[in-house]
């Protein structure tokens, strides 16, 4: 089986500040890695996927994540953050072989401060 | 393109009630999953149509069934509901094979 591990339920991180969301994973076969956004009172939307290639990934909105297979993690990370970036992320994993469903970690709050 | 709907967005109801949510997925999709999101947590599988059959369940009662239409849109069904079951439902849709789900904004149920 496979589980997600999001270390921090909360992180505070004043703007234009750096900030990492840290998540570990545990599987016994591959898998593919994803984080999703949820701004209040919203769904769920997909911030950025690792599926093969390159171990670092980004998104539209200057986050990044690098996944890192010998240490089963895959930290999302952003140089800069803005008061918009307040929200909940959410790390993900699926299987590759073809099982739809995905694990989610309980979730990171990242609060903005001003 | 709507991107995945769902309906109602808010709901109240009471314990021992029925409750249906329904869901309509994004454009070109054909599976549509739902997973139950309590208060603090992350989403949790609850199961996946395909075709019109439910291809796979997590770890729910038999008491959340659903359906799926040929139009690929779907129903959750909760029979007997109990205080627990207030949550955040939220509905993906993706196309088979797709690594990529869809998330709609999500139906959420007050049971008192």
């Known amino acids: 089986a496979q589980s997600v591990t999001q270390l921090d339920s909360q992180v505070p991180v004043f703007e234009e500040a750096p900030v990492e969301l840290r998540c570990n994973y545990s599987?016994?076969?591959?898998?593919?890695l994803f984080w999703y956004v949820q701004y209040p009172n919203q769904g769920l939307q997909l911030l950025l996927k690792?599926?093969?290639?390159?171990?670092l990934v980004e998104s539209i909105n200057g986050f990044e994540a690098e996944f890192n297979k010998s240490q089963t993690s895959f930290h999302l990370r952003k140089p800069s953050v803005h008061i918009s970036d307040t929200a909940e992320y959410f790390c993900?994993?699926?299987?590759?072989?073809?099982?739809?469903?995905?694990?989610f970690g309980k979730g990171t709050r990242l609060h903005i401060l001003p | 393109d709507a991107g995945v709907t769902q309906s109602p967005t808010h709901l109240i109801k009471t314990r021992g009630q029925q409750v249906t949510l329904r869901c309509s997925p994004k454009?070109?999709?054909?599976?549509v999953s739902w997973y139950q999101q309590a208060l603090g947590q992350g989403p949790q599988f609850i199961f996946q149509?395909?075709?019109?059959?439910?291809?796979q369940r997590g770890n729910f009662p038999d008491r959340f069934s659903g359906h799926q239409f040929p139009n690929y849109s779907s129903e959750l069904n909760v029979n007997a509901l109990l205080l627990g079951d207030s949550a955040l439902y939220l509905c993906?849709?993706?196309?088979?094979?797709?690594?990529?789900?869809?998330f709609g904004p999500g139906t959420r149920l007050t049971v008192l």
């Open positions: 993906a849709s993706s196309s088979d094979g797709g690594t990529e789900q869809f």
């Open positions: 599987s016994s076969v591959s898998v593919y």
């Open positions: 690792y599926l093969s290639g390159s171990t």
């Open positions: 993900a994993v699926i299987k590759q072989d073809r099982d739809d469903k995905i694990i």
């Open positions: 454009s070109g999709h054909d599976t």
């Open positions: 149509y395909y075709e019109e059959e439910e291809r």
